[in-house]
């Protein structure tokens, strides 16, 4: 589906969706139809909250026309985001190949969001469904927005495309999306100016990488070490923003197994390193000037002949060993490497990582906001922000030495779980006994976030596509050159 902006309406048939402030006066109604529309509203009960919407039909100049007024409620960006999706959740399926939407002058920020929203609201993947009736089929496949301020429109553009690379790699099933086949998914970004690098087995052997390579060893797909570098500054940023997600593709718990039921969505146990592919294309497409590595570990976790058992230690590649407790705490192993390995590599001097990393995180969070933990106040304090202002919602955790003790282990230097209570704070001091002294980091836990079992303002059951925005914009607000 396009999202265009036009000077006119489009000629022949097409649907027609005009706006309504909270309380307010529908603006752009076809002449002759304000008293049905003021009809239909009270009938409706029609009060112009974002998101809102009544749908009756008119005559207009002797043609039928479908007409949605459309709640924009106070009129805040995020308002016209909801109202972008929802006119594209009335209508993906309802038979209409093209609708105009009238945004009445709105800004430019407002038109790029209602754009936005829509966009994000038509993604879907149909790959695999082979039986779909004829009503179940989308048939919107263009929405054309009238009396909008589109000069926004190509960086907000950008970002859905980044959003959909996530939503993309999340919801392929384990069999298709597998260490290696993320990787080829994500080669295409070489095209937008991204220089693609990757590390085998064989190579992050020779470098120490046991945490990372003892999840991966129960599996017969090798992990990978994919990196991918956007420099927009032309070499005037020389430490880059350096981004790290969890890519655990499929996640059975290894020896430690995970219960049957539910197990097929750790299929989405990747969503971190989804998280910054799609932020990686979304500053390369918008040509963004800022200087970022992002780095994905990505591994199997499978319970084999030769998987990781409890009771092993591994030597990570910062030379600190770890006592395996728990086979199914994995995600914290390969990101212990990752970190160790950009730090050394590219020195940057913020790291901020993104994981699906703990049960616990959704017990405190259920599934509206990630948790954010962080050695700096002001780092934690950009992300939240962020997070605020595209709806990536962010909680800040706390870190303290009491928590880091509980991690100590008799045998080793660390275990790789502590007890059951603070389980995600536990989990994030882990982490921090990877990052460099001087090194502003942050953590993501988003567990919660990366799949919804229910539709939202621009998501359909399924994927959601976080932490593309969020770090979209926390690199636009803090690291982008004029």
């Not at 970004?189 to 120490?208: P, S």
């Not at 059951?420 to 988003?446: K, N, P």
């Amino acid at each position: 589906m396009q999202v265009r902006f036009a000077d006119s309406l489009p000629k022949g048939s097409y649907d027609l969706a005009v706006l309504a402030p909270a309380n307010g006066e529908a603006a752009g109604l076809p002449a002759g139809h304000t008293n049905l529309a003021r009809d239909a509203i009270k009938a409706g009960r029609f009060d112009g909250e974002a998101g809102g919407i009544v749908e009756l039909f008119v005559s207009d100049e002797g043609t039928p026309r479908r007409l949605l007024i459309v709640g924009i409620g106070k009129g805040e960006p995020a308002d016209y985001e909801k109202a972008g999706g929802a006119v594209v959740a009335r209508l993906l399926t309802s038979g209409t190949a093209t609708v105009a939407v009238d945004l009445g002058g709105a800004s430019a920020e407002n038109s790029a969001r209602f754009a936005a929203g829509a966009a994000l609201r038509s993604w879907r993947i149909d790959t695999y469904r082979t039986r779909l009736s004829a009503k179940q089929k989308p048939t919107l496949n263009d929405v054309v927005i009238v009396n909008g301020n589109g000069s926004s429109w190509a960086d907000q553009q950008a970002v859905v495309a980044g959003v959909s690379l996530t939503r993309e790699l999340v919801s392929e099933p384990p069999n298709v999306i597998y260490p290696e086949s993320f990787v080829e998914r994500c080669r295409h970004l070489a095209d937008l100016g991204v220089e693609i690098t990757v590390l085998g087995e064989a190579e992050m052997k020779k470098l120490g990488m046991g945490a990372l390579l003892g999840v991966s060893q129960g599996s017969a797909r090798e992990g990978q070490l994919l990196v991918m570098r956007w420099d927009g500054t032309g070499g005037a940023q020389k430490e880059p923003l350096a981004f790290v997600g969890k890519g655990v593709t499929f996640d059975t718990g290894g020896i430690s197994l995970k219960p049957g039921p539910g197990m097929e969505d750790m299929k989405w146990d990747m969503g971190g390193a989804g998280a910054v592919a799609g932020t990686m294309k979304a500053l390369a497409t918008r040509k963004a000037k800022a200087h970022v590595v992002g780095v994905c570990g990505l591994v199997e976790n499978m319970p084999d002949g030769n998987a990781q058992r409890p009771g092993d230690i591994v030597t990570s590649m910062s030379g600190q060993t770890i006592e395996i407790l728990n086979t199914d705490a994995e995600g914290r192993l390969v990101l212990c490497d990752a970190l160790t390995w950009v730090q050394r590599t590219y020195k940057p001097k913020t790291v901020v990582d993104l994981a699906t990393l703990t049960g616990a995180m959704v017990i405190s969070l259920g599934h509206e906001h990630g948790g954010v933990f962080s050695n700096d106040d002001s780092l934690a304090d950009q992300l939240v922000k962020a997070g605020k202002e595209v709806g990536d919602k962010l909680w800040r955790f706390p870190l303290s030495d009491a928590y880091n003790k509980l991690i100590d282990s008799q045998i080793a230097d660390m275990k790789n779980v502590g007890p059951r209570e603070a389980g995600s704070i536990t989990a994030a001091q882990f982490l921090q006994r990877y990052i460099e002294e001087g090194v502003r980091w942050a953590h993501l836990d988003i567990a919660g976030m990366v799949w919804s079992a229910k539709p939202s303002a621009t998501w359909d059951k399924g994927a959601t596509g976080y932490g593309v925005r969020l770090l979209d914009r926390f690199v636009a607000d803090n690291f982008e050159t004029a």
